[in-house]
């Protein structure tokens, strides 16, 4: 008997295949999307304390009331606005189980669903697995940002919802009040539903403002605003996030979270419930990764690279068109086996593979491998 798949086109993720050449190839591994530096140690006490004290059984569906009611007034502090902890707020494995719980409450069989090219990878297998047509349109060069009128002549009948991610993972790209703005025209006018993926909300740069769907009455009152402690808190592994949606969607959210994983893991819960009371362990990203970006940017000036600006996210794209004209996934396999560097080519987050000349590199690495990694790429 022969399987069928859900899935027939969905392959093992570039990510994986990057990360495996880079092992096998002994390269400086700059593409996956998380640090090589460690938690902080008061973080790591306060998770492995709350499991001593044995709050190592079952948390409550919708995560624990601390940890939501902390978030709650994270929210206050940070967007000026409220999310109530009961009926707002909920805990999911991080930001994937988020944008999967609410595309799955949202999408039924037939519905569109706008998103932008470059995407990252989970948003459209999610909508095809609910029988929704993802409708890619593509950020605009040279800044990658949106065409809000394309956005318009794009909505149909069917059109039950867009994504947006920002501050934006691989282009570095941020949305600005007037985007939000446009945005919140097109909900009010067309009553389409947003989710909002903001799991790199801290760490933006060059004095930008981060602008959240929850601080834009007329989006959030249709909205899904997305959130991970991995990205915040250098703990991906950790796989612990957050959604936040009014009452009436969250109740959907909350229907698809409990049959997917129900709750999720208590001690990180507890750890980052007390960590988060202190603003001071999230308010200083901004100012830490510029320095890495700074850095970076800094050791490859003299090299044939060419550094697209990133103004958020812990990723930057880097030109190699004066290097050589072979595409993207040439050039990143060429550079793991021949030069020992794994970066991540920029066509994988296009519906159909665009030919695009731009390498993405993360820079959450500690000051030695971003040394090491420059000295190759100078090289180049
Ligand atoms: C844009 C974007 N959304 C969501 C996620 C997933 O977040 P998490 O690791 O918390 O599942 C990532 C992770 O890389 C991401 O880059």
């Given at each position: 008997m022969s399987l069928q798949s859900k899935l027939p086109n969905a392959a093992t993720s570039i990510f994986a295949i990057m990360s495996k050449m880079a092992t096998d190839y002994n390269a400086v591994?700059?593409?996956?999307?998380?640090?090589?530096?460690?938690?902080?140690?008061?973080?790591?006490?306060?998770?492995?304390?709350?499991?001593?004290?044995?709050?190592?059984?079952?948390?409550?569906?919708?995560?624990?009331?601390l940890l939501r009611h902390g978030i709650s007034q994270k929210i206050e502090k940070t967007y000026n606005t409220t999310a109530n902890a009961d009926t707002e707020i909920t805990i999911t494995a991080g930001g994937t189980q988020a944008?999967?719980?609410?595309?799955?409450?949202l999408v039924f069989e037939g519905d569109e669903v706008i998103m932008f090219d470059p995407a990252y990878d989970s948003y459209d297998p999610v909508i095809k697995l609910n029988k929704g047509i993802p409708v890619h349109l593509e950020l605009k060069a040279p800044f990658f940002g949106i065409?809000?009128?394309?956005?318009?002549?794009?909505?149909?009948?069917?059109?039950?919802?867009?994504?947006?991610?920002?501050?934006?993972?691989?282009?570095?790209?941020?949305?600005?009040?007037?985007?939000?703005?446009?945005?919140?025209k097109l909900v009010i006018k067309y009553g389409i539903y947003v989710i909002s993926d903001e799991v790199y909300e801290?760490?933006?740069?060059?004095?930008?403002?981060h602008e959240s769907i929850l601080r834009y009455p007329g989006i959030y009152a249709n909205g899904v605003a997305i959130f991970s402690f991995g990205k915040t808190f250098h703990a991906t592994g950790w796989k612990t996030g957050y959604m936040v949606a009014p009452e009436n969607i969250t109740k959907e959210l909350r229907k698809m979270h409990q049959f997917n994983v129900f709750a999720t893991n208590t001690?990180?819960?507890?750890?980052?419930?007390?960590?988060?009371?202190?603003?001071?362990?999230?308010?200083?990203?901004?100012?830490?990764?510029?320095?890495?970006?700074?850095?970076?940017?800094k050791l490859l000036s003299?090299?044939?690279?060419?550094?697209?600006?990133?103004?958020?996210?812990?990723?930057?794209?880097?030109?190699?068109?004066?290097?050589?004209?072979?595409?993207?996934?040439?050039?990143?396999?060429?550079?793991?086996?021949?030069?020992k560097i794994a970066t991540i080519p920029t066509s994988v987050f296009y519906k159909n593979g665009k030919h695009i000349k731009y390498l993405r590199i993360c820079f959450a690495k500690s000051e030695k491998t971003l040394e090491q990694a420059a000295e190759i790429l100078c090289k180049i």
């Open positions: 591994n700059l593409s996956q999307g998380f640090p090589d530096f460690p938690v902080a140690p008061a973080l790591v006490n306060l998770v492995s304390g709350a499991m001593k004290n044995g709050w190592n059984q079952y948390a409550p569906m919708p995560g624990l009331p944008l999967f719980a609410a595309i799955t409450a065409d809000w009128e394309e956005v318009e002549e794009n909505i149909t009948t069917k059109t039950k919802a867009i994504i947006i991610n920002t501050p934006h993972n691989p282009t570095g790209a941020v949305l600005s009040e007037l985007d939000l703005l446009g945005l919140e801290h760490i933006i740069f060059d004095n930008k403002q001690p990180v819960q507890y750890g980052i419930a007390e960590y988060i009371k202190n603003e001071e362990n999230y308010l200083p990203l901004p100012k830490f990764y510029q320095a890495k970006r700074d850095k970076f940017a003299s090299s044939r690279f060419e550094a697209h600006h990133c103004y958020g996210t812990y990723f930057q794209l880097f030109s190699y068109d004066k290097i050589s004209n072979k595409s993207d996934v040439e050039m990143a396999e060429w550079m793991t086996k021949e030069h």
